[in-house]
């Protein structure tokens, strides 16, 4: 169960990056004529960028959901578990909420930050 919470949590956060990030980085670096390429191979980039309110609002609640998820579940399992385990699987799914949630800020700068900052 954990794994399948870690793997959707990082789906959602990098599904932010691909809608609004990695386009505003290849415009950004000059490669405008790779980002259409990138559009006319997926085009279904353009509709993730249409709908971004609630890609980056399902994601923000899906971290929220796992962190509470994780402080909560993390303690009763503990008891059953042994002490090594219990600590990698709690290292690892910190480490992974944090990443989660770095990319999920990057994605949201690249998507409604930049864009005013720039104009």
């Known amino acids: 169960m954990t794994f399948v919470k870690n793997f959707l949590l990082l789906f959602a956060s990098a599904s932010t990056l691909i809608c609004c990030a990695l386009p505003a ?3 950004f670096i000059g490669a405008g004529s790779a980002l259409a390429g990138l559009v006319g191979i997926f085009p279904q980039l353009i509709w993730l960028s249409k709908h971004k309110a609630y890609l980056f609002g399902i994601s923000f609640l899906g971290l929220i959901l796992a962190k509470v998820l994780q402080t909560n579940n993390m303690e009763t399992e503990c008891d ?3 002490i090594a385990t219990c600590s990698e699987v ?12 770095i990319i999920t800020i990057i994605g949201f700068l690249f998507a409604y930050l930049l864009p005013i900052i720039i104009l």
């Open 80 to 82: 059953r578990q042994n």
């Open 90 to 101: 709690k290292r690892t799914t910190y480490w992974i909420w944090w990443v989660s949630l």
């Open 25 to 27: 980085l290849l415009v």
